[in-house]
């Protein structure tokens, strides 16, 4: 009873205007009327009672209808939930990826190079870069390639250019001879220069470096430069520019690590080649101003050089001597060649 109640407060309106029908339906069957309002009475009460069925059951049919729909949006809000829920993970995991490619870059920190392609990755290196680092042996790559390259560079762009150098002390000759040593027995024979290493090689190589940044400083004032002379010799390489760090050995053709510049041992390399600079023996080279050099520099003045610097030259070098560090200054020959 109460279902019905319920049913009949939905569909009043079609339920009376269907009982009105039927009721004038029967009401009509005893009343004489004409021919024509019979037929327009009886069309009428049909259309109403059509009228008034078909809304009952378009109306049955909705509640079901309705009943479903509201039943798949609860369904669809329970989907959409569980669907947020899912994202709200999958975007979790793909931070946690994220951060694992982060830590899987940061871990090949390293690359490795062979000497085929050291002199090609150098000179990349060198192209658009605002500073330099360097520690090793005596610099002969140094001269040949990397600072006269690099202040060309500079001085087309006119910016700039930081040089730092770390050589072993020339003044030294117990770190001279260890280190001539140390590349007699990696190669019995000369290197690309065609020498061998001596112990007067290598003084009159680090010498030679000495010089070279004192020429080139004198002829391009945005040259900032500074030496320092170690009393310690290393097996190891390093040239840092802006974009990367190459470590390398006295090998041309070993292999050789590369470390961007985007890698966080970059950074702690750098360091470390500062804080190694600033615990040799600086060399004063602002003071070379006070010992003019020509573009062909001669003896006396690089004598007079050595001595404005405080750098001792060796006991007994003869002006052939000062000749043979002059052309190693200014026409060294490229050991990777």
């Known amino acids: 009873m109460t279902r019905f109640a319920t049913w009949l407060g939905k569909n009043a309106d079609a339920f009376i205007a269907l009982i009105l029908a039927i009721t004038v339906a029967v009401l009509g069957v005893g009343v ?3 021919h024509e309002d019979e ?8 259309v109403v009672g059509l009228l008034a069925t078909s809304v009952l059951r378009d109306r049955g049919r909705r509640v079901p209808v309705e009943a479903e729909v509201r039943d798949t949006l609860r369904a669809s809000s329970a989907t959409l939930d569980e669907l947020s829920g899912k994202l709200t993970h999958i975007e979790t995991f793909e931070g946690v990826l994220a951060d694992t490619k982060r830590a899987l870059d940061e871990t090949t920190i390293v690359r490795v190079i062979s000497g085929a392609q050291v002199a090609q990755v150098l000179e990349e290196a060198r192209r658009d870069t605002d500073r330099w680092i360097f520690k090793g042996g005596t610099g002969t790559y140094i001269r040949a390639k990397t600072l006269p390259e690099t202040v060309a560079a500079a001085r087309r762009d ?3 250019l930081l040089f730092r150098l770390e050589i072993i002390d020339p003044t030294d000759v117990e770190v001279c001879e260890a280190y001539a040593r140390h590349r007699r027995s990696s190669a019995d024979g000369p290197d690309g220069t065609g020498e061998p290493w001596t112990l007067e090689r290598t003084r009159k190589e680090a010498y030679a470096t000495i010089l070279a940044a004192c020429w080139h400083k004198q ?5 900032d430069i500074d030496i320092g002379l170690a009393r310690t010799m290393t097996t190891l390489r390093y040239d840092l520019s802006s974009s990367l760090i190459v470590v390398t050995r006295d090998n041309p053709r070993g ?3 590369v470390v961007d510049s985007t890698k966080f041992y970059y950074s702690w390399l750098s360091a470390e080649l500062l804080t190694s600079l600033d615990q040799a023996r600086r060399v004063p ?3 070379a101003r006070l010992a003019p050099l020509d573009d062909e520099p001669t003896v006396e003045e690089v004598r007079r050089l050595f001595e404005v610097i405080g750098i001792d030259m060796a006991q007994g070098y ?3 001597d000062v000749i043979e560090i002059i052309r190693k200054a200014l026409r060294p020959k490229d050991p990777y060649e």
């Open 318 to 320: 003869t002006d052939r």
């Open 285 to 287: 080279v602002e003071q």
């Open 158 to 160: 006119g910016r700039t």
């Open 39 to 46: 037929v327009t009475n009886s069309a009428i009460l049909a």
């Open 219 to 223: 002829r391009f004032g945005m040259l």
């Open 255 to 257: 292999q050789a690590l």
């Open 32 to 34: 004489d009327l004409p």
